[in-house]
C-alpha cells in the first residue's frame, strides 16, 4: 500500500510538472503568433529589385534604423516577454523583469 502511495505521488508531481509546461508553452506560442503575425504584416511593404523599400519615405527611415537595428531587435524581444541575456537567452520571461537582461540592455 505504502508503495502504490508512493508511486500515485511521484505520478502526481509529474503531472504538475507537465501542466506547468504545457501553460509555459501555450504563452509562448500566444506570442510568438503574435509576433508572427505583426511580421507579415510588416513584409508588405513593397521592395525594388535591389531590395530597398520603393517609398522614398520608408528608404530614409532604413537608413537611420540600421545603425540601431540590432539593439531595437533585443528591447523588442525582451519587451514581449523573453531573455535577452546570455544566461537564458531566448527563454520566456515567467517572474517579472531579468536583472542580467535589464543589466545588457543598459550597456
Not at 505520478?11 to 501555450?26: P, S
Not at 510588416?42 to 537595428?69: C, H, M, Q
Not at 531573455?83 to 543589466?103: A, K, M
Amino acid at each position: 500500500m505504502g508503495k502504490v502511495h508512493g508511486e500515485l505521488g511521484s505520478l502526481m508531481l509529474e503531472v504538475k510538472k507537465l501542466v506547468e509546461e504545457n501553460q509555459r508553452l501555450l504563452l509562448e506560442n500566444e506570442q510568438l503568433r503574435k509576433i508572427l503575425k505583426r511580421e507579415s504584416a510588416e513584409s508588405r511593404v513593397p521592395l525594388t529589385p535591389a531590395g530597398k523599400a520603393a517609398d522614398p519615405v520608408l528608404a530614409g527611415k532604413e537608413a537611420i534604423d540600421v545603425v540601431g537595428e540590432g539593439y531595437d531587435n533585443l528591447a523588442r524581444l525582451y519587451h514581449e516577454g523573453f531573455h535577452i541575456c546570455n544566461v537564458y537567452y531566448g527563454h520566456l520571461r515567467t517572474e517579472g523583469d531579468c536583472l542580467f537582461c535589464l543589466s545588457f540592455l543598459n550597456k
